[in-house]
């Protein structure tokens, strides 16, 4: 397979911000992450809470970036700081502004709340630069501006930049790799430990490891044909990917995602009664319909996940049913979800529960039911009407009525960012 031609020679850099969370934190306390031993957790769930981030200090001294906070050794002082998800977005958007400053918006890709792509090729003579002179100049801008270190890769495409930046970059005294695809002999093909490499988990590396390969090189010289016909599409991406080949374009990448589906999860604090969860899952359901409305999408398939707890040692439960036809309404897909839960879900203990919706497509209107009298119309129309209101006066200034039941989350939820605690900006007085 000639693979020349599928090379790209653009000139990409993507950045990422340090323990993100946790350097945040050390800078909103006016303290050196690099000194301090600090990690992001919300304490009040207990010693099993999962630690979201961890500072550099104490990532210098063997911690993990994930782990439960009975895993801290307790012999370090370690300041514990609830996660404050709000906070993070807003540093997040003022760096983003930063990179607007030297940047067109077209040639940059937020890839996550802490880790961007930009192809700077156009600029460089602009700004008289070479590359990774261009690269120190942000790190340091980052730095000076915010207290913000961060890992800097560069590559041909996007992918070389990626694997510079995560296999490579954070070793270096300057936090900045360059990987070319001449480079890949040397600093691609040697990792015998392919979970190291981005897209490649322990499941996917059992696989390779079951066609017998042991390396990237193995995988980059492997039979392209065997692997799709093993692995599927897959297959042939991690094939290319072995072979530094990306096609994608930052300027090409979709403004607007094209989301395949609405997820919702909640660990509970412990194990639950079945009859008190219902009410958690109405909840989510009402939830995930709000944002089927707000971006006037409706949804065919709904599917339910329930995590056992675990002193049942039951498996977990997962089931999915496809709508009648594709609806928002609260009131049909709560129905079919509902009923799935009643019907189905065993009645233990339960410690985690979701919900998805998927087979998304665009709102064009209610299909009429004649045995529905007209119902499925005036639901949709009560629901916009809801919208309306809120979005006119407020958040929450109508809400359902199994809201104020003392069994109901909807609110501590509605609080939150990402599953967490979502707290303040911590830059209320600042003018925008």
């Known amino acids: 397979m000639g693979l020349e031609q599928f090379k790209r020679y653009d000139d990409i850099i993507c950045i990422d911000l340090k323990s993100f969370f946790a ?15 600090l990690v992001v957790a919300d304490a009040s ?3 099993s809470s999962i630690v979201l981030a961890t500072s550099p200090s104490l990532r210098a001294k063997g911690m993990p970036g994930r782990f439960r906070l009975f895993e801290l050794p307790k012999n370090l002082k370690v300041h514990i700081v609830k996660p404050r998800m709000a906070y993070y977005v807003h540093m997040s958007n003022k760096i983003l502004k930063m990179y607007l400053e030297y940047f067109s918006s077209e040639d940059i890709l937020v890839y996550s709340i802490d880790e961007v792509f930009i192809d ?3 600029y460089l003579s602009l700004y008289d630069k070479s590359i990774y002179e261009m690269a120190q100049f942000l790190l340091s801008e980052l730095l000076s501006r915010f207290g913000m270190y961060a890992t800097c890769g560069i590559g041909d495409n996007m992918l070389l930049a990626k694997f510079a930046l995560d296999i490579e970059a954070k070793h270096n005294d300057d936090f900045i790799a360059t990987w070319r695809y001449e480079d890949l002999p040397n600093k691609l093909w040697p990792i015998t430990d392919l979970t ?14 079951d066609l017998g390969i042991e390396s990237m090189y193995d995988l ?5 044909y065997k692997l799709v016909k093993y692995l599927g599409i897959m297959g042939e991406e991690l094939y290319l990917h072995a072979n530094g080949i990306d096609i994608s374009r930052v300027q090409d990448q979709e403004r607007e995602h094209q989301r395949k589906g609405y997820n919702s999860n909640q660990t509970l604090f412990h194990n639950t009664p079945k009859n008190e969860v219902r009410q958690y899952l109405k909840d989510l359901i009402i939830g995930q319909c709000e944002r089927l409305r707000a971006e006037h999408k409706v949804a065919r398939v709904v599917s339910l996940y329930i995590g056992y707890g675990s002193v049942e040692d039951q498996p977990p439960f997962r089931m999915q049913h496809k709508l009648a036809a594709p609806s928002f309404d609260i009131s049909v897909i709560s129905e079919v979800l509902l009923g799935i839960y009643d019907n189905h879900v065993l009645d233990i203990p339960i410690r985690r529960l979701g919900i998805s919706l998927t087979s998304i497509t665009e709102f064009e209107g209610v299909q009429l039911n004649l045995f529905a009298q007209g119902q ?10 809801y919208d309306t209101i809120n979005i006119k006066y407020g958040q929450d200034t109508v809400f359902k009525a199994s809201a104020l039941g003392d069994e109901s989350n909807y609110f501590k939820r509605r609080r939150l960012i990402g599953g967490h605690n979502a707290g303040d900006t911590g830059d209320e007085n600042e003018s925008e």
Do not use: Q, S
């Open 220 to 224: 980059a010289h492997y039979d392209i």
């Open 196 to 209: 190291d490499v981005w897209g490649i988990g322990r499941g996917m590396e059992k696989r390779l490891h």
């Open 120 to 122: 700077v090729g156009g």
């Open 23 to 37: 350097t945040a934190e050390c800078i909103a306390l006016g303290l050196d992450p690099f000194k301090t031993d």
């Open 45 to 47: 769930r207990g010693e």
């Open 376 to 385: 499925d119309v005036t639901n949709t129309d009560l629901d916009f009407a």
